[in-house]
């Protein structure tokens, strides 16, 4: 895998940001349309597709199925905390008539899986960098990033009429704690994909869940520092 991690911009690099603005012009499409929920699935699904489509190279393989599954495991775990979010703390509603899985709509474990793909393909970048930086940086870079483009996508899903959230403090349409929240979940990102592309699935998985169980803490903490 070393081929994967120079020190210049890769071709994958190029890809990853490729598939990036997908997501990007998905989001902005749907919200100048107004183009409700079947927009949010297209838009998760043309991506999680352009993301698989890299795979078939045979290098890039190894790092993107691992980080596709991590993501797909944590994604699934955090059907548990939207279902907190709107039978519990009353915080966040989607639109009725929408398919659900749980208290979710169907697609939101392949949305986190692309989510966290993304970001995980930065969190793993920082570290392959030669020299790396210090993980602790790493882990504030990341997290920064996590925290820091959710107001763009939170706007945009709220036009789109993806969902939305009950009156709390907010930047726009993203309450504060939704930032804090986000940039949690992308704080453990460094730790665990450190080296992903030479673990085993098991491994992977394992990993995938550690993020499932830190995720309904992260929003807990979130909720009670700032939501309330």
């Known amino acids: 895998m070393a081929a994967?991690?120079?020190?210049?911009?890769?071709?994958?690099?190029?890809?990853m940001l490729g598939a990036f603005l997908l997501l990007v012009a998905g989001h902005?499409?749907?919200?100048?349309?107004?183009?409700?929920?079947?927009?949010?699935?297209?838009?998760?699904?043309?991506?999680?597709?352009?993301?698989?489509?890299?795979?078939?190279?045979?290098?890039?393989?190894?790092?993107?199925l691992r980080l596709l599954a991590f993501g797909l495991v944590a994604g699934a775990c955090e059907l548990f905390t939207d279902y907190s979010g709107e039978v519990v703390a009353h915080s966040l509603s989607y639109p009725p008539g929408e398919p659900m899985l749980w208290a979710s709509p169907v697609y939101m474990p392949?949305?986190?899986?692309?989510?966290?793909?993304?970001?995980?393909?930065?969190?793993?970048?920082?570290?392959?960098?030669?020299?790396?930086?210090?993980?602790?940086?790493?882990?504030?870079?990341?997290g920064l990033w996590g925290a820091l483009n959710i107001p763009f996508y939170e706007e945009m899903a709220y036009h789109a009429g993806w969902w939305s959230y009950a009156h709390a403090p907010s930047l726009g349409h993203?309450?504060?704690?939704?930032l804090l929240f986000e940039g949690l979940?992308?704080?453990?990102?460094?730790?665990?994909l450190a080296g992903i592309e030479r673990r085993s699935l098991r491994a992977t998985l394992l990993r995938g869940l550690a993020l499932g169980v830190w995720i309904p803490c992260a929003a807990l903490a979130a909720w009670l520092l700032l939501g309330r």
């Open 174 to 178: 993203t309450p504060y704690y939704v």
């Open 28 to 64: 902005i499409i749907s919200a100048l349309g107004r183009l409700g929920w079947v927009s949010a699935a297209v838009t998760v699904g043309l991506t999680a597709l352009a993301l698989l489509g890299l795979a078939l190279r045979r290098a890039w393989r190894p790092l993107l």
């Open 185 to 192: 979940i992308a704080l453990a990102l460094p730790p665990l």
């Open 110 to 142: 392949i949305s986190w899986m692309v989510v966290l793909t993304q970001i995980g393909y930065l969190a793993w970048r920082l570290d392959t960098l030669a020299p790396s930086p210090p993980r602790w940086l790493t882990m504030a870079l990341v």
């Open 4 to 15: 994967l991690a120079p020190r210049r911009f890769t071709a994958l690099d190029g890809a």
